[in-house]
């Protein structure tokens, strides 16, 4: 039988201290690049994704055939789908859609979708060809769908209405 001799002392290892030193560098690290990842995600990119380069055959705002041709073109069903985004900015989805009766196949349509607030100010907008890049072309009396994505929007912006415009157009 043993005899008891009172508590026993254990010591500590030699390489505890290495180990939290090891670990707090990568927290730092780790809290560093998550810094970094949410300044890079809020920061608006260095490229203007809003204004595509015009092309130069397009009938567009200022020529003399757009806006009869622009009124034979109908936007309708109009809807601008908010999605929050993790950085704390929302990003709106607008859809609609887009009727010729133009009476010429359309080979080119450039759009402008816009958040407006209730001063009728632009909150954010982008343009964006629509045809070729989702469709080649709209025969007369032909419908499609339309989407334009708009990033970075402030969650806390005034946001009254969604507009969809025709800035462009070709025909075959």
Do not use: C
């Not at 200022?62 to 109009?78: M, P, T, Y």
């Amino acid at each position: 039988m043993m005899s008891y001799n009172g508590p026993m002392l254990i010591k500590e290892p030699e390489l505890r201290w290495p180990i939290v030193l090891i670990a707090a560098l990568i927290t730092m690290a780790i809290a560093l690049l998550v810094a970094t990842m949410h300044f890079v995600a809020s920061t608006p990119p260095l490229v203007n994704r809003s204004s595509p380069p015009q092309v130069e055959w397009m009938l567009q705002p200022g020529h003399s055939e757009f806006d009869q041709f622009r009124q034979q073109i109908s936007i309708e069903q109009v809807m601008g789908n908010e999605k929050l985004h993790p950085f704390n900015n929302l990003v709106v989805e607008l859809t609609g859609v887009v009727r010729n009766e133009t009476g010429q196949t359309i080979s080119g349509l450039e759009l402008r979708g816009a958040i407006v607030d209730t001063e009728n100010s632009i909150v954010r907008e982008r343009t964006v060809a629509v045809i070729p890049l989702q469709q080649t072309a709209v025969e007369n009396n032909e419908s499609i769908s339309v989407r334009i994505l708009l990033e970075g929007i402030d969650r806390d912006s005034d946001r009254a209405r969604a507009v969809l415009e025709v800035t462009g157009i070709t025909f075959e």
